[in-house]
């Protein structure tokens, strides 16, 4: 399934999923076995895993968080997706700064990015409600961010982000929701999957 974690490489003829259509391997192009309900959790799992860029530890301990708050809640899935949106990573690639998540991630680790006139470099950070992402003055120099401001008049962001391409600032509008979201995945699988 395409996740699109090349960022805009995975919109064009290069995407590895059009190059070869096939698993790797010697012996690709054999005949899959039907898999069993634990497979199935599991390749949920592993999707919305690598489509937030996260290591195993960091998602369990989301998905923990959210099967512990889920007599308190009404949705827990709504629960899980708003803890992975609302992570700094998250917010920039949204908004467009970073074309994929993996360089977004690299960017707060490089204090690119200030939360509130504060420099953050955690990745894991998360983001509330009336909080405000604006780029640091000294990264604007840098090449990566050259055309910045062309790519952001283009950019969309979601509803629940409010994106000002002049200044190069983001702001928190509202809470994420599981609509806007759309995961690659079925959430309660991953529910059952940590639930063993």
């Known amino acids: 399934m395409k996740l699109f974690l090349k960022g805009e490489r995975c919109l064009s003829p290069k995407c590895p999923m ?3 259509p096939y698993p790797p391997g010697q012996r690709r192009k054999r005949r899959t076995k039907a898999l069993s309900e634990y497979g199935k959790e599991l390749r949920e799992k592993q999707k919305l895993k690598n489509w937030y860029n996260l290591r195993e530890g960091q998602f369990r301990n989301y998905v923990k968080a959210a099967l512990r708050e889920r007599h308190k809640v009404d949705d827990a899935e709504a629960l899980l997706i ?13 908004l467009g700064f970073a074309a994929s998540r993996n ?4 960017m707060v680790s490089h204090r690119h990015f200030l939360v509130n006139n504060k420099v953050v470099n955690i990745p894991s950070y998360s983001i509330k409600k009336g909080d405000r992402i604006s780029l640091d003055a000294k ?6 961010l050259h055309n910045l401001t062309l790519t952001l008049k283009k950019q969309n962001p979601p ?4 994106l000002d391409a002049e200044k190069l600032e ?7 929701v599981l609509e806007e979201a759309l995961p690659p995945a079925e959430i309660s699988s991953i529910f059952e999957f940590y639930s063993r």
Request: aromatic share 6%.
């Open 170 to 176: 983001g702001k928190v509008i509202k809470e994420p």
């Open 82 to 94: 708003k803890l992975l949106e609302s992570r700094l990573d998250n917010v920039v690639f949204r």
């Open 159 to 162: 509803s629940w982000l409010g």
């Open 103 to 106: 360089a977004a991630r690299a």
């Open 18 to 20: 059009i190059k070869k």
């Open 139 to 144: 990264s604007l120099k840098k090449n990566i």
